[in-house]
Nanobody, 119 residues
């Protein structure tokens, strides 16, 4: 089994910063990507940022230039540095881990951490 432990959410004023962390533990192998998604009530979960095992990154257009995803491979941990936060960034943020290939592909999600940005 795999567990994802998220931390770092909270309440911040517009223009402020937060850093989210997600540590994966358990039967970890063949990591393909780790990433962050967010979801507001009644809306679909959307990609915020993702980083591949090779270090390639991809960001939602709405966060480019403000958010930075990084990882510590030795700790199986992914981070999301969020700067210049805006009220529209308010959401529940979910960590995602994708491992394996083909029939051995597995997709894991964290429990979610609330980010609230006040205007």
């Amino acid at each position: 089994q795999v567990q994802l432990a998220e931390s770092g959410g909270g309440l911040v004023q517009a223009g402020g910063s937060l850093r989210l962390s997600c540590a994966a533990s358990g039967s970890i192998s063949a990591i393909r990507t780790m990433g962050w998604y967010r979801q507001a009530p009644g809306k679909q979960r959307e990609l915020v940022a993702i980083i591949s095992n090779g270090g390639f990154t991809n960001y939602a257009d709405s966060v480019k230039g403000r958010f930075t995803i990084s990882r510590d491979s030795a700790k199986n941990t992914v981070y999301l540095q969020m700067n210049n936060l805006k009220p529209e960034d308010t959401d529940v943020y979910y960590c995602n881990l994708l491992m394996g290939w083909g029939a051995y592909e597995n997709d894991y999600w964290g429990q979610g951490t609330q980010v609230t940005v006040s205007s």
